[in-house]
């Protein structure tokens, strides 16, 4: 059954935490505000029947300018460890969770406006976003749900006539996420740090009974929640290493403790394949080079286990937990890629076979996306790689790879079958992304909409639109996308 907004059935059960957790308040209202996107499928996770009202009431609430009823708008309270140094005061600086609400099959969604104003977390922000950040948030958060990545979702964007300030005048704009929670591993490092005890358990109590249930009545239920923290990190970041995903601020902050992919930002997908990349232009250090992101993964986890600490006591039993991640993570990776490469079963070599791949794609610049999807094509009778430029260095590898695949029993055309589901033709490329923002700003939405058509559906072909697989043009490849938002 579909329903119109003011059916929603709220929840709302963060709110019913002590008021230690977040300050209640309303978004601050933007001036003309104008539906920019709109998506099918997330508004299918509330049952919302998409019509013209609805969407004129979205539009209303996400300009702030009417509240949902039965919503209860908060900022949450956290902190977090930003580019490797503790920030004890953050929070929801322009974000507000609107509530929470449960849909038809049960499941409980929380509903958050990024963009809503100033909130007593800004320091010294202005509470707003612009289009630009929003509209990449939206088309991200859809892109790697459809690649099967866990992540958050995004039901809308919205812009306005209101001015915000970044480098050059902009419009602010809001994006309304949805996601399981909003809980990052920096809320419970802020009740660590801040030595509020009593609230640290009562988060923890919080998140296992409502998150984590199964685990509710176990007498080691902290250590099983760290573990399962654990596990679903280790399984996020090699879901981000074996698509070519980079996020670009892994702050804790940024982590979910459901493991899925939170707080688009300066992310990017890999083009030419190079194992350094930056896409953080502000990221000076490379701290978040996507080759750092499985050991940031486990530094970002060590932060969570501190955190943890006051609860459990056995810091042995922590760090225990702490050291499976390397070993987990290796194995998912691994197993990501065997798919990726079309292998049946693993066998002990394959993992020098995928080294010797990804060390060829990083020095000849192969693009990653296309590479893939090319291999599934490939049969001894036709070995024409143009995405590689030196074939000569890559017909060694092709030899150890087809006496490989040969021990997989299958004709090439089931490879292929195979092969093809797992390896995308369509990924967000930042210049697809720039592409559709600068349309956007002058008020032509169209673009979003034509790209996430293959965004929603990237392992299919879409003959009529094999343009948005093509690689960057170079003003494409030059992109500079830094933290500003
Ligand atoms: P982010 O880098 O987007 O994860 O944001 C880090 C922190 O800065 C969070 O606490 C945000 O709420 C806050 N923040 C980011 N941009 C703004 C802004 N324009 N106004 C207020 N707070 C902001
Ligand atoms: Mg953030």
Redesign the pocket.
């Known amino acids: 059954m579909r329903i119109s907004l003011d059916q929603l059935n709220f929840n709302n059960r963060f709110g019913q935490l002590p008021e230690v957790f977040y300050t209640r308040l309303q978004a601050t209202p933007l001036d003309n505000p104008k539906l920019v996107a709109i998506s099918q499928k997330a508004a299918d996770l509330l049952d919302l029947e998409l019509n013209n009202t609805c969407k004129e009431q979205l539009t209303q609430v996400c300009g702030g300018s009417t509240a949902l009823e039965d919503s209860d708008p908060l900022a949450m309270v956290?902190s977090g460890h930003?580019f490797g140094s503790y920030n004890p005061q953050?929070?929801?600086?322009?974000?507000l969770l609107l509530g929470e609400v449960t849909n038809s099959k049960g499941e409980s969604w929380d509903l958050h406006l990024k963009g809503a104003g100033?909130?007593p977390?800004?320091?010294?922000?202005?509470?707003?976003?612009v289009l630009r950040s929003c509209i990449r948030e939206y088309l991200a958060s859809e892109a790697l749900f459809n690649l099967g990545i866990p992540t958050t979702r995004a039901l809308c964007v919205v812009t306005s006539d209101t001015p915000v300030y970044r480098e050059t005048e902009e419009r602010g704009s809001t994006l309304l996420r949805l996601a399981k929670t909003h809980i990052r591993f920096g809320h419970f490092e802020y009740f660590c740090y801040t030595k509020q005890q009593d609230a640290l358990k009562a988060l923890a109590e919080f998140t296992i009974q409502n998150y984590f249930s199964e685990l509710s009545d176990k007498d080691d239920k902290y250590i099983l929640f760290f573990k399962s923290v654990v596990e679903r990190t280790a399984r996020m970041i090699a879901l981000w290493q074996s698509n070519g995903f980079a996020h670009g601020?892994m702050?804790t902050?940024?982590m979910s403790i459901l493991g899925e992919t939170f707080?688009y930002?300066p992310y990017g997908f890999q083009d030419d394949f190079n194992w350094h990349y930056i896409c953080n232009h502000s990221d000076h250090s490379g701290r978040y080079a996507f080759s750092q992101q499985p050991d940031i993964g486990y530094w970002n986890c060590g932060r969570l286990a501190q955190a943890l600490v006051p609860l459990i006591d056995d810091v042995e039993a922590l760090q225990k937990v702490l050291d499976i991640y390397p070993q987990l993570y290796s194995d998912q990776y691994l197993s990501l890629m065997s798919k990726k490469l079309g292998l049946l079963q693993q066998e002990p070599e394959d993992a020098d076979l995928i080294k010797d791949l990804l060390q060829l794609l990083h020095e000849q610049s192969a693009d990653y996306t296309l590479f893939f999807r090319a291999l599934s094509d490939y049969s001894p009778d036709h070995e024409s790689f143009e995405l590689i430029s030196k074939p000569e260095s890559f017909r060694n590898w092709l030899k150890d790879y087809d006496n490989r695949i040969r021990r997989n029993l299958e004709s090439d055309q089931q490879r292929h079958s195979r092969m093809q589901q797992v390896n995308p033709k369509y990924i967000l490329r930042n210049y697809l992304a720039q592409n559709a923002i600068e349309k956007a700003e002058k008020g032509d939405y169209s673009e979003i909409e034509q790209l996430m058509t293959v965004l929603q559906s990237p392992y299919d072909e879409h003959p009529e639109l094999g343009h948005y697989a093509q690689k960057p043009p170079k003003w494409g490849k030059e992109l500079e996308i830094s933290?500003s938002?």
């Not at 953050?90 to 974000?95: C, F, K, N, Q, V």
């Not at 977390?121 to 976003?129: H, L, V």
């Open positions: 956290y930003q953050l929070g929801d600086g322009r974000g100033t909130t977390y800004s320091r010294f922000g202005d509470g707003r976003a601020v702050n902050d940024n707080d930002g933290c938002s």
